[in-house]
Structure formats: C-alpha cells, structure tokens
C-alpha cells in the first residue's frame, strides 16, 4: 500500500510518508487516488501513524508529498489531481 513515496526525516523522532488505501479486487492494477500523508515515530506500529493530510471525501488527491525544511521547523505539502499541476500547502 505504499508507492509514489519518498520519505522526510524529523529529526530522530520519525519521518513523513504517503501511501495509498490498499484497493479492493485486483490491487495492482486498480486506480490508485485518495492518496495520504502520514507521520511515523520511530518505535512505533504503522497502524498507530498519524494521517496529517488527505482522505478528503469532496477533494481526491492521486500524489501527495511531505518535505520538511532544513532546520526541520516546517512541513511542506504538495498535492496533485493528475500527473500535471500541483497545490502547495
């Protein structure tokens, strides 16, 4: 259920990634949207990760970014419908 992710580092507390709902039927050719960010603290279980952008019912994104900046104070979130054009939040 992750692809199309890279991963940002918070220090030695955890790192943000994105991931996907796993699809029903045939996961690896099914659609791939409502794609999320997430935030994993080390030492932890993934099902305990913090959702902190997407699963919006009325906005679908199909690739969402976290980046945080070098002195790691901000997140940075980038959000797309399609391969062309962006949002940043």
């Known amino acids: 259920d992750i692809k199309f992710s890279g991963i940002s580092w ?3 507390q955890g790192f943000y990634y994105s991931s996907y709902d ?3 039927g045939s996961e690896l050719s099914a659609k791939t949207d409502q ?3 997430y935030f994993h603290k080390l030492g ?3 099902s305990e990760d913090q959702l902190i ?3 919006f019912e009325e906005e679908k994104y199909r690739y969402v ?3 945080t900046s070098d002195d790691e104070r901000y997140l940075f979130i ?3 419908v399609s391969t062309s054009g ?3 939040f």
Request: glycine share 20%.
């Open 35 to 37: 794609h999320k960010l």
């Open 44 to 46: 932890t279980k993934q």
């Open 22 to 24: 796993k699809p029903k």
């Open 53 to 55: 952008f997407g699963g």
């Open 65 to 67: 970014g976290g980046y």
């Open 78 to 80: 980038s959000a797309s």
């Open 86 to 88: 962006n949002k940043l």
């Open 10 to 12: 918070l220090g030695n």
